[in-house]
């Protein structure tokens, strides 16, 4: 079992850049594969960037491939997103998300593939 914790959000201004961090318990990171999500009021959960265990294949939601990185540092069990150019329809809770990777390439982008979750933390852009 993994516990997730996200940090990073906040209040930015359009065109405006944040990094968020996600946190991962346990000792056996390496064995999952991550992803972020993010849900606005009154909108399902919806897809944002997903990363394979060894982070060489990573996949993005068109709405903000070009913009937003996803990466992962296995030695500090975290996983980051960066997130540039950032506009109000970006403003949600992004959660982040882990499961176990069935192949060190692996990459999900459902939110049903997903075992395990943080707590959300809250992005607001600023028009």
């Known amino acids: 079992q993994v516990q997730l914790v996200e940090s990073g959000g906040g209040l930015v201004q359009t065109g405006g850049s944040l990094r968020l961090s996600c946190a991962a318990s346990?000792?056996?990171?390496?064995?999952?594969?991550m992803g972020w999500f993010r849900q606005a009021p009154g909108k399902e959960r919806d897809f944002v960037a997903a990363?394979?265990?060894?982070?060489?294949?990573?996949r993005y939601a068109d709405s903000v491939k070009g913009r937003f990185t996803i990466s992962r540092d296995n030695a500090k069990n975290t996983v980051y997103l960066q997130m540039n150019n950032l506009n109000p329809e970006d403003t949600a809770v992004y959660y982040c998300?882990?499961?176990?990777?069935?192949?060190?390439?692996?990459?999900?982008?459902?939110?049903?593939?997903?075992?395990?979750w943080g707590q959300g933390t809250q992005v607001t852009v600023s028009s």
């Open positions: 990363i394979s265990r060894s982070g060489d294949r990573l």
């Open positions: 346990g000792r056996t990171f390496s064995s999952y594969a």
């Open positions: 998300a882990a499961r176990s990777g069935l192949t060190s390439y692996s990459y999900y982008s459902g939110s049903g593939d997903y075992s395990y």
